[in-house]
């Protein structure tokens, strides 16, 4: 396991015919390898520097005595490791959603809450909502003419997050 002080870090999922599978996109303050928790466990996820890293090695053993002598470093541990799961339910619940355009919407709602800046290719979006980047193209095309977002470089800005929040709401597939 690795604590992320700086950097993004993509946690994926490959399988037998080389599929692979974005899980998360992890920024700093971050744990990569919860998987590992479990001692004799085979890890199930690989994980991929995306932008240089800082990082820090950890054992479970040592995260196992940090929860014990610090209730609330347990509870904070807790809390993250939920956050962890509700976004991975969420993923595959999203992954059932038809439509390129809605699956785009709701991770941009659910990743970033309460930030603007999205850092990210096309290329990564599409990774992470399980599609084609051309599909992401459209889609970022329909968010421009909504005026949900502006482009700049790579990456956008979220301009009109409640906009957002009405276009999820859409059950046509639009791209």
């Known amino acids: 396991m690795y604590y992320l002080c700086q950097g ?11 599929n692979e599978r974005m899980v998360a996109l ?7 390898g919860l998987d590992c928790l479990l001692p004799g466990q085979t890890s ?8 240089d890293c800082w990082l820090l090695p950890f054992q479970n053993t040592l995260l196992e005595t940090m929860a014990r002598e610090d209730s609330e470093f347990a509870l904070t ?3 993250y490791y939920c956050k962890v799961m509700r976004q991975l339910c969420y993923d595959a619940a999203s992954q059932s959603i038809n439509s390129t355009f809605i699956r785009l919407a709701n991770f941009l709602l659910i990743n970033w809450d309460g930030e603007d800046q999205v850092h990210m290719s096309q290329q990564q979006l599409a ?3 399980n599609c084609s980047r051309a599909s992401v193209s459209r889609a970022c095309r329909l968010l421009r003419d909504e005026g949900v977002i502006t482009t700049e470089g790579v990456g956008f800005r979220i301009q009109d997050r409640k906009k957002l929040e009405e276009l999820c709401q859409w059950q046509d597939d639009l791209v």
Do not use: W
């Not at 993004?8 to 080389?18: D, K, P, S």
């Not at 992890?26 to 990569?32: Q, R, V």
């Not at 199930?44 to 932008?51: D, G, P, R």
């Open 127 to 129: 990774c992470a909502i």
């Open 8 to 18: 993004t870090l993509r946690v994926y999922a490959g399988n037998r015919q080389g």
């Open 77 to 79: 541990l807790v809390r």
């Open 44 to 51: 199930l996820m690989t994980i991929a520097c995306v932008t």
């Open 26 to 32: 992890l920024g700093p303050d971050s744990i990569a």
